[in-house]
């Protein structure tokens, strides 16, 4: 048998090495921006998770906020010292507090209601859900539900608190802002922020928005009823929610 030879193989040149450098800088460059991009998005900064509740401004830039005045029609909430209806000072001011929304640029206000009644009277729970498919399909940013509160055990309870889903999401800042506001009033003790992980608000657990719950004041104590009752306080409230829900939208928008 003859001898075989052996092919000599060519070694790659040096544009062979470039290229191929070339191809691995932009799959790494390429990387590197996505992730920069996720980092430095809209959704900075990184909020605990708030589950369905997230929070967006349309592409024509409307902030949309929906008021959810507390009640209606045949639930009338709670009932005052002197017979105030929650529902009425709920709606009240709801109403204000739209009217001042209304007048700012790139603002656009849905409300539940705007008169005394029951969105979905067969049962409590269609009337919340249908309080949330408003807010859902309106693709809000941010609802705010207004209530009044109440103690059966002792008439001297009174104070301001709002409620949101958890600590360190968006609806934490957005109840910090109004909370303050309203506490600045001084009409009455500063509760605080609570706090409805557990899921016992409907409302704040069942819709897409930041979504908060506003207790004005307690019905069950005489001075708050009297603020909560007057138009003046009525007024004042709605003024303090406002620039709460501005405070949020000019900080994290």
Same mark, same amino acid.
């Given at each position: 048998?003859? %001898? %075989?030879?052996?092919?000599?193989?060519?070694?790659?040149?040096?544009?062979?090495?470039?290229?191929?450098?070339?191809?691995?800088?932009?799959?790494?460059?390429?990387?590197?921006?996505?992730?920069?991009?996720?980092?430095?998005?809209?959704?900075?900064?990184?909020?605990?998770?708030?589950?369905?509740?997230?929070?967006?401004?349309?592409?024509?830039?409307?902030?949309?906020?929906?008021?959810?005045?507390?009640?209606?029609?045949?639930?009338?909430?709670?009932?005052?010292?002197?017979?105030?209806?929650?529902?009425?000072?709920?709606?009240?001011?709801?109403?204000?507090? #739209?009217?001042?929304?209304?007048?700012?640029?790139?603002?656009?206000?849905?409300?539940?209601?705007?008169?005394?009644?029951?969105?979905?009277?067969?049962?409590?729970?269609?009337?919340?859900?249908?309080? +949330?498919?408003?807010?859902?399909?309106?693709?809000?940013?941010?609802?705010?539900?207004?209530?009044?509160?109440?103690?059966?055990?002792?008439?001297?309870?009174? #104070?301001?608190?709002?409620? +949101?889903?958890?600590?360190?999401?968006? #609806?934490?800042?957005?109840?910090?802002?109004?909370?303050?506001?309203?506490?600045?009033?001084?009409?009455?003790?500063?509760?605080?922020?609570?706090?409805?992980?557990?899921?016992?608000?409907?409302?704040?657990?069942?819709?897409?928005?930041?979504?908060?719950?506003?207790?004005?004041?307690?019905?069950?104590?005489?001075?708050?009823?009297?603020?909560?009752?007057?138009?003046?306080?009525?007024?004042?409230?709605?003024?303090?929610?406002?620039?709460?829900?501005?405070?949020?939208?000019?900080?994290?928008?």
């Amino acid at each position: 048998m003859g %001898r %075989r030879t052996k092919r000599s193989r060519k070694k790659p040149s040096k544009r062979f090495y470039v290229f191929v450098g070339i191809i691995l800088l932009t799959i790494i460059g390429t990387f590197i921006i996505k992730n920069a991009k996720i980092n430095l998005g809209q959704d900075a900064p990184a909020f605990a998770d708030e589950s369905n509740n997230t929070s967006y401004i349309d592409d024509d830039n409307v902030f949309t906020v929906v008021i959810d005045p507390g009640h209606g029609g045949d639930d009338s909430g709670t009932i005052g010292i002197n017979g105030e209806l929650e529902k009425d000072i709920n709606l009240n001011v709801a109403l204000e507090l #739209g009217k001042l929304l209304e007048k700012k640029e790139n603002i656009k206000v849905v409300y539940t209601r705007t008169e005394d009644k029951a969105l979905d009277p067969s049962s409590q729970k269609a009337d919340l859900q249908a309080r +949330c498919d408003i807010s859902n399909n309106a693709g809000a940013d941010i609802f705010v539900s207004i209530h009044s509160n109440f103690d059966k055990v002792s008439k001297n309870t009174r #104070g301001i608190e709002t409620w +949101c889903m958890v600590p360190g999401a968006r #609806g934490d800042v957005l109840a910090k802002a109004i909370q303050k506001e309203l506490a600045d009033l001084g009409y009455s003790k500063d509760r605080g922020i609570k706090y409805s992980s557990d899921g016992e608000l409907y409302v704040i657990k069942n819709t897409d928005a930041v979504a908060v719950l506003v207790e004005l004041g307690f019905l069950s104590n005489e001075s708050d009823t009297r603020f909560l009752a007057s138009k003046d306080g009525q007024k004042k409230m709605a003024n303090a929610i406002a620039k709460g829900i501005l405070s949020y939208k000019d900080k994290l928008h």
